[in-house]
């Protein structure tokens, strides 16, 4: 069974940065494409960054330069680093493994002005 499971969100001025990590079981994080997602108020989910499963990564163009997305094999765990946040970043922050369709509760990230 995969399960994923978001933490390191909260509130933070804009131009700060927080790291979001996203811990994984029941699958291996680099034989898979994961992802992280986000949902801001009023808004729909769109796509923040993904990973592969060679190492190539792909970013919204509203986050490239700003956030890194990495992952960590020892820890079956992926990242997602956020620099330079802009209160349009506010969001739930979702990670995902893309094949299994399979979503974790979340992370709140608040950004303020």
């Known amino acids: 069974q995969v399960q994923l499971v978001e933490s390191g969100g909260g509130l933070v001025q804009a131009g700060g940065s927080l790291r979001l990590s996203c811990a994984v079981s029941?699958?291996?994080?680099?034989?898979?494409?994961m992802g992280w997602y986000r949902q801001g108020p009023g808004k729909q989910r769109e796509v923040v960054a993904k990973?592969?499963?060679?190492?190539?990564?792909n970013y919204a163009d509203s986050v490239k330069v700003r956030f890194t997305i990495s992952r960590d094999t020892a820890k079956n765990t992926v990242y997602l680093q956020m620099n330079n946040l802009k209160p349009e970043d506010t969001a739930v922050y979702y990670c995902?493994?893309?094949?299994?369709?399979?979503w974790g509760p979340g992370t709140k990230v608040i950004v303020s002005s």
């Open positions: 995902t493994a893309l094949v299994y369709d399979t």
């Open positions: 029941g699958i291996i994080v680099s034989n898979n494409v």
């Open positions: 990973i592969r499963r060679i190492g190539i990564t």
